[in-house]
């Protein structure tokens, strides 16, 4: 399956305002195109953080859990299974604790057992820790049946969530979700551990402002480590808020501040920690958190991030090191069953609006990766299903959207028209998940087809990729590729810059069996310059003459001053 994909050039912006002589004018550009207007909008720090007063739900919320710290009672956080959930969980114990909690465990769901979420089988399985609060991270707002059945039980509930509500709200307590109608927080952007660390923040104010901390308040940005990666994993949009959350978070890392599992988890996956961008959070660090909860229990996870011990946390990194490496094979099975899939669907050479996968030997918890990856290739919104459970009826699908259509409220519209076709779904924009019986598939594929082709335009079937412009041969050097890589922290609404131009290669080889290594030549430049194309190879070599559309990197395989092109598209000029 080849995608047709067009650069398109952004608007060239002239940056204004006034900026510090270490940033170099290809950055201010940058940054320009970017909506930055100076270098306080560009690298946001901490203290324009937005306030947690703004945020719905607060005084409930912290009531409840100043309460709850006053009489010890017992805390259980229930995390979820990917990496947001883990390390809002990770952050949910740690703050409590720090802010005077003294009886803070938590649980997670097991995807296989429970599914998503609190449910009543957790609630069931929970009944032996005796919890008094329970506080949901990353989850609950769809989780009705689960929070009335801890409510039934006596035990009280805090939702701290970030996915957009449906038309009614659980029973709990108490919630705290920047997405609720009517919620005047600037950002809606924030993921379920931005959440649950603005949370904190209230508490901790409600407790100073009743002289808990006569002997000096905790500081809770030792936990920023952990909102970086959960908010760099969840995909959210980096605005400002979440940049300065993310920004500070890295630092932290960088510096080595960071937890004992963080950093074992840096040193497992080979990645610098005195370097370390957002890019590596999304590329080493998240996978291997998030393969715990797709393929065995997100439990190791949380505990890498709640450990304490060195050896401890060299040893379950390496764990999760070894799940991510099984995962990796099942996702590339996974996803060529899918291309043929895709392939069969359009022996025309055209493809549907939406694309439903479905493969009974699937495993659940790697449908979502497969979405994702086949909506990058053929570009169109993808919902790929596998058995809850070998040789079940129930289906978990996991879907991904491209930009021009909201997932979630397509399902939403789905739902309203054929009632109980869908019994479980929620996410946002461009993610959600669902489940379905596998009786209803054909059913669901037909509606939703129906329903996209009503939502997207089909202008935005077209795949574009946004290209920061061309680089001249003075500008390939290690200077500007240590800007861009320290620049960040890059990511969705703040896109690491892309480049585009033409080259004429001077030579090729063949990496890793998949890989495509280029030698290019440009105008300006005296040397050739080395680029890599991931997963490029066909068995075809390369045109004499190249457009790329490519990223700046320093390349630290060679080190000194070596700089390399990574390839993101490639076409005959």
């Given at each position: 399956m080849t995608l047709q994909r067009r650069i398109v050039r952004r608007t060239p912006v002239v940056p204004g305002g006034d900026w510090p002589e270490h940033v170099p004018m290809l950055l201010r550009r940058l940054y320009a195109m970017r909506g930055a207007s100076s270098y306080?909008?560009?690298?946001?720090?901490?203290?324009?953080?937005?306030?947690?007063?703004?945020?719905?739900?607060?005084?409930?919320?912290?009531?409840?859990?100043?309460?709850?710290?006053a009489r010890d009672a017992h805390i259980v956080v229930v995390g979820d299974f990917d990496c947001d959930g883990a390390t809002a969980c990770a952050v949910g114990v740690r703050g409590l604790r720090m802010l005077g909690a003294k009886h803070v465990s938590h649980a997670v769901p097991n995807r296989a057992v429970h599914g998503y979420g609190l449910s009543p089988g957790l609630v069931d399985d929970l009944?032996?820790?005796?919890?008094?609060?329970?506080?949901?991270?990353?989850?609950?707002?769809?989780?009705?049946?689960?929070?009335?059945?801890?409510?039934?039980?006596?035990?009280?509930?805090?939702?701290?969530?970030?996915?957009?509500?449906?038309?009614?709200?659980?029973?709990?307590?108490?919630?705290?979700?920047?997405?609720?109608?009517?919620?005047?927080?600037?950002?809606?952007?924030?993921?379920?551990?931005?959440?649950?660390?603005?949370?904190?923040?209230?508490?901790?104010?409600?407790?100073?402002?009743?002289?808990?901390?006569?002997?000096?308040?905790?500081?809770?940005?030792?936990?920023?480590?952990?909102?970086?990666?959960?908010?760099?994993?969840?995909?959210?949009?980096?605005?400002?808020?979440?940049?300065?959350?993310?920004?500070?978070?890295?630092?932290?890392?960088?510096?080595?501040?960071?937890?004992?599992?963080?950093?074992?988890?840096?040193?497992?996956?080979?990645?610098?920690?005195?370097?370390?961008?957002?890019t590596d959070i999304?590329?080493?660090?998240?996978?291997?958190?998030?393969?715990?909860?797709?393929?065995?229990?997100?439990?190791?996870?949380?505990?890498?991030?709640?450990?304490?011990?060195?050896?401890?946390?060299?040893?379950?990194?390496?764990?999760?090191?070894?799940?991510?490496?099984?995962?990796?094979g099942v996702q590339q099975q996974m996803t060529d069953e899918a291309e043929v899939a895709i392939a069969r669907v359009a022996l025309d050479g055209t493809l549907p609006t939406v694309l439903c996968l479905f493969d009974p030997q699937w495993h659940p918890g790697v449908v979502g990766l497969v979405a994702s990856r086949m909506k990058d290739r053929a570009h169109r919104p993808v919902v790929a299903f596998a058995p809850a459970e070998p040789g079940s009826d129930a289906l978990r699908g996991s879907a991904r959207s491209i930009p021009g259509l909201h997932i979630r409220d397509a399902l939403a519209a789905v739902d309203a028209m054929h009632p109980g076709l869908i019994p479980r779904f929620g996410g946002h924009a461009m993610a959600a998940g669902l489940s379905l019986p596998h009786a209803s598939l054909d059913a669901f594929s037909e509606a939703l087809h129906a329903q996209v082709e009503?939502?997207?335009?089909?202008?935005?079937?077209?795949?574009?990729?946004?290209?920061?412009?061309?680089?001249?041969?003075?500008?390939?050097?290690?200077?500007?590729?240590?800007?861009?890589?320290?620049?960040?922290?890059?990511?969705?609404?703040?896109?690491?810059?892309?480049?585009?131009?033409?080259?004429?290669?001077?030579?090729?080889?063949?990496?890793?069996?998949?890989h495509l290594k280029l030698s290019l030549r440009t105008p300006g430049r005296a040397t050739p310059l080395?680029?890599?194309?991931?997963?490029?190879?066909?068995?075809?070599?390369?045109?004499?003459?190249v457009h790329l559309a490519y990223r700046l990197s320093v390349d630290d395989y060679r080190g000194g001053d070596?700089?390399?092109?990574?390839?993101?598209?490639?076409?005959?000029?």
């Open positions: 306080d909008d560009a690298q946001p720090r901490l203290a324009r953080l937005h306030s947690p007063d703004a945020m719905g739900g607060m005084d409930a919320a912290t009531a409840l859990l100043s309460d709850a710290i009944a032996a820790l005796q919890p008094d609060l329970l506080v949901t991270v990353d989850h609950g707002i769809a989780c009705h049946a689960g929070v009335a059945a801890a409510r039934a039980r006596g035990w009280q509930v805090l939702v701290t969530d970030h996915h957009l509500p449906g038309e009614t709200l659980p029973d709990a307590n108490a919630i705290v979700d920047p997405n609720l109608r009517g919620d005047d927080f600037p950002s809606k952007a924030l993921a379920g551990v931005g959440v649950m660390f603005y949370v904190l923040l209230a508490l901790r104010r409600r407790l100073r402002d009743a002289g808990a901390f006569a002997s000096g308040e905790p500081d809770l940005s030792t936990l920023l480590d952990l909102v970086a990666v959960g908010t760099v994993a969840d995909l959210v949009w980096l605005d400002a808020n979440n940049r300065a959350l993310v920004g500070a978070g890295l630092r932290r890392l960088r510096a080595g501040q960071g937890c004992l599992g963080l950093r074992a988890l840096v040193e497992a996956s080979g990645r610098d920690m005195r370097t370390l961008t957002a999304g590329y080493a660090l998240a996978p291997r958190i998030n393969a715990a909860g797709r393929l065995e229990d997100m439990g190791v996870g949380i505990a890498l991030l709640l450990s304490e011990e060195a050896t401890e946390a060299r040893a379950l990194a390496s764990t999760l090191d070894a799940i991510n490496a099984e995962r990796k009503r939502m997207l335009d089909p202008a935005f079937l077209q795949s574009e990729l946004l290209s920061d412009g061309e680089l001249q041969g003075e500008e390939f050097h290690r200077r500007n590729a240590d800007c861009l890589r320290d620049g960040g922290p890059w990511g969705q609404g703040f896109p690491e810059p892309l480049f585009d131009g033409v080259f004429d290669v001077v030579g090729h080889r063949v990496v890793g069996q998949r080395d680029a890599i194309h991931f997963g490029a190879w066909t068995g075809t070599p390369p045109p004499a003459r070596a700089i390399q092109l990574i390839v993101e598209h490639m076409a005959v000029d």
